[in-house]
């Protein structure tokens, strides 16, 4: 009888329908987030691709420059050049002059960096120089601390010497 009295009421019908409608929903909704990412990443990549090919196109007619005038490079390389120079692009001044700063500064320091690069072998002996005047400068601490106490009785007993 329980069989035969259960069925489906109207009611829950049109829940289960309302239920797959917002799964199929919620499936929509995640396919078009897909599609999406898909898109904003191609788009992306030929944006990528389309600086990199600037750069590349840069590049490309510099270096076709150079060689239209690889007659002329040759010429002026093979003749021997003093006190001239060669001419450079106003776009390159800046940085020519920073790294002719760099240059003399790394130039200036030189020898300080070789300096420092010899004495790499002495480390150790030096670190066992430094241990040894710790422990020599904790022995004149405590000496000195027994001292400073000698002092203050010293004084302590003349002013008691002095007050009677």
């Given at each position: 009888?329980?069989?035969?009295?259960c069925?489906?009421?109207?009611?829950?019908?049109?829940?289960?329908?309302?239920?797959?409608?917002?799964?199929?929903?919620a499936?929509?909704?995640?396919?078009?987030?897909?599609?999406?990412?898909?898109?904003?990443?191609?788009?992306?990549?030929?944006?990528?691709?389309?600086?990199?090919?600037?750069?590349?196109?840069?590049?490309?007619?510099?270096?076709?420059?150079?060689?239209?005038?690889?007659?002329?490079?040759?010429?002026?390389?093979?003749?021997?050049?003093?006190q001239?120079?060669?001419?450079?692009?106003?776009?390159?001044?800046?940085?020519?002059?920073?790294?002719?700063?760099?240059?003399?500064?790394?130039?200036?320091?030189l020898?300080?960096?070789?300096?420092?690069?010899?004495?790499?072998?002495?480390?150790?002996?030096?670190?066992?120089?430094?241990?040894?005047?710790?422990?020599?400068?904790?022995?004149?601490?405590?000496?000195?601390?027994?001292l400073?106490?000698?002092?203050?009785?010293?004084?302590?007993?003349?002013?008691?010497v002095?007050?009677?």
């Amino acid at each position: 009888t329980l069989d035969s009295t259960c069925r489906r009421t109207p009611c829950f019908a049109k829940f289960s329908e309302m239920e797959e409608m917002v799964n199929m929903e919620a499936e929509i909704n995640e396919v078009f987030f897909l599609l999406l990412l898909v898109t904003i990443g191609s788009t992306l990549q030929f944006y990528f691709i389309g600086k990199k090919c600037e750069i590349l196109q840069d590049m490309f007619f510099f270096l076709e420059a150079i060689l239209k005038e690889k007659r002329d490079l040759r010429k002026r390389l093979i003749k021997q050049r003093c006190q001239e120079s060669l001419p450079i692009e106003a776009t390159y001044h800046k940085s020519i002059v920073e790294l002719l700063t760099e240059a003399v500064t790394f130039i200036e320091k030189l020898e300080s960096h070789l300096q420092s690069v010899r004495s790499i072998p002495q480390i150790p002996h030096m670190m066992n120089n430094m241990d040894t005047t710790l422990s020599k400068t904790e022995v004149l601490i405590i000496e000195l601390e027994e001292l400073t106490e000698q002092i203050l009785n010293f004084f302590l007993l003349q002013k008691e010497v002095y007050s009677n």
